[in-house]
């Protein structure tokens, strides 16, 4: 199993910064895509950020130019810095990933994290 553990969500004003982090521990053979998706409440959860095992991203138009994802591969760690935050940001973030978990089988699986709570205040 890989377990992801989302860190870095809080209060801030608006017009503030925070870094989200997701760390990934388990056994991994090959990390395919990780990202990050947002749900506000009464809100289905929609997709934040995107990076793929080839480096490439894509972020949601409410985001672009604010938002940034970014990884350690090293650390199988990916990142979300978040600028210019507004109030329509406040969402529990989840950190997602697609692995294969299997060396011989290969078969890729979809991992969640236990979301982090964002608040941007007016």
């Known amino acids: 199993q890989v377990q992801l553990v989302e860190s870095g969500g809080g209060l801030v004003q608006a017009g503030g910064s925070l870094r989200l982090s997701c760390a990934a521990s388990g056994v991994i053979f090959r990390t395919n895509v990780m990202g990050w998706y947002r749900q506000a409440p009464g809100k289905q959860r929609d997709v934040v950020a995107i990076?793929?095992?080839?480096?490439?991203?894509n972020y949601a138009d409410s985001v672009k130019g604010r938002f940034f994802i970014s990884r350690d591969n090293a650390k199988n760690t990916v990142y979300l810095q978040m600028n210019s935050l507004k109030p329509e940001d406040t969402a529990v973030y989840y950190c997602?990933?697609?692995?294969?978990?299997?060396?011989?089988?290969?078969?890729?699986?979809?991992?969640w994290g236990q979301g982090t709570q964002v608040t941007v205040s007016s």
């Open positions: 990076i793929t095992g080839g480096g490439s991203t």
């Open positions: 997602y990933g697609n692995y294969v978990t299997d060396p011989y089988g290969r078969v890729p699986s979809d991992y």
